[in-house]
């Protein structure tokens, strides 16, 4: 069964729903704050706490040159809401006549389909046409719709040294400049991406480190680096993994791709899905001057992966579903 329904299939109880509407990118901290208010209102009213997110990203559609990469895909994000708190999840489809609509029309699209009896929602909520409304517009409307609206701070993450504002541009920023660390705060969870693992070049294999080779991540990869990792299987098996993102400078690579070493593993996992959860950054990629140089450079990083794995006690409760 679908941890989320599309908005044109979504039945709302008789007596509505309290509602959340977002792209969610990411289900960081503070995204699940607004979960928890949300819940917490639709108890009150005795009635489904529902997130609205938004897929594609909305500049994917107005202006693909500056969408920003995916955290999430929206199954992800239907997963890690509904663990968050929300009673369903309802995917809708940006599409260019409904970010066509203005503020006005776009609520009223909301509020017939949906009956809410509240909005709770970030403080720099803002919706329709070039983001035309904003909180105050849904107050402006509320008597006359007959809800309420609730806001939720802003969420800092006050154990970094910036206490930075949690967002999902602050996360992937975060990704780019290598401050893995800052990221997985930010997120209350490790960063994982996935993929499919496809044959490579197998030259992992002949020095004694086979790796599983992704392919078709849709998800933004962490900054080219050497990181200890977690591997997911379909069989929801996890392995300590070493994981390497970018080229092959020992060998002259000019492609960029992700590939996993696996710890206690033997097995083709060609053509099978994985995820791979980022634990720490351990080292830039560096070229070695020979094999040996680079196979004892690979024994320190799985070293240190397999070390980084145990200390993990958190993370089983932490995966979802791939």
């Given amino acids: 069964m679908s941890d989320y329904a599309a908005f044109d299939v979504y039945q709302p109880p008789p007596d509505g729903t309290v509602v959340s509407i977002g792209n969610f990118d990411g289900v960081h901290r ?11 209102h639709a108890l009150r009213h005795r009635v489904p706490a529902v997130a609205i997110t938004l897929d594609p990203h909305p500049l994917a559609v107005l202006a693909p040159e500056r969408a920003p990469p995916t955290l999430t895909t929206a199954a992800e994000r239907a997963t890690l809401l509904r663990r968050a708190g929300a009673d369903a999840v309802v995917v809708l489809r940006s599409e260019p006549a409904l970010l066509a609509m203005p503020a006005e029309d776009f609520l009223t699209h909301f509020v017939r389909r949906l009956r809410p009896r509240a909005f709770v929602e970030g403080a720099d909520f803002n919706f329709g046409k070039a983001r035309g409304g904003s909180i105050e517009t849904l107050r402006q409307h509320g008597a006359r719709y007959g809800y309420e609206v609730h806001t939720v701070d802003t969420f800092r993450a006050a154990e970094l040294a910036s206490a930075p504002r949690i967002s999902s541009s602050s996360i992937r920023q975060a990704l ?27 030259r992992g294999r002949t020095i004694g480190f086979p790796t599983a080779n992704l392919s078709d991540v849709p998800h933004m990869l962490p900054q080219e680096a050497v990181y200890a990792g977690a591997a997911q299987l379909e069989s929801g098996e996890l392995h300590a993994a070493a994981v390497n993102v970018g080229l092959q400078p020992t060998f002259g690579g000019q492609r960029a791709r992700v590939e996993a070493h696996l710890l206690e593993y033997s097995g083709d996992l060609v053509g099978q899905h994985v995820g ?16 040996a140089e680079l196979v004892e450079q690979i024994r320190r990083d799985v070293a240190r992966s397999r070390e980084r794995f145990g200390a993990e006690t958190e993370l089983r409760a932490q995966c979802y579903s791939l």
């Fill in 276 to 291: 791979i959860y980022f634990l720490a950054r351990l080292r830039p990629q560096q070229r070695c001057e020979s094999v």
């Fill in 30 to 40: 503070g995204h699940a704050a607004i979960i928890a208010a949300l819940r917490e």
């Fill in 176 to 202: 780019v400049d290598g401050r893995l660390d800052d990221a997985n705060a930010m997120l209350g969870r490790p960063y994982r991406i996935v993929g499919r693992v496809v044959p490579g070049d197998a």
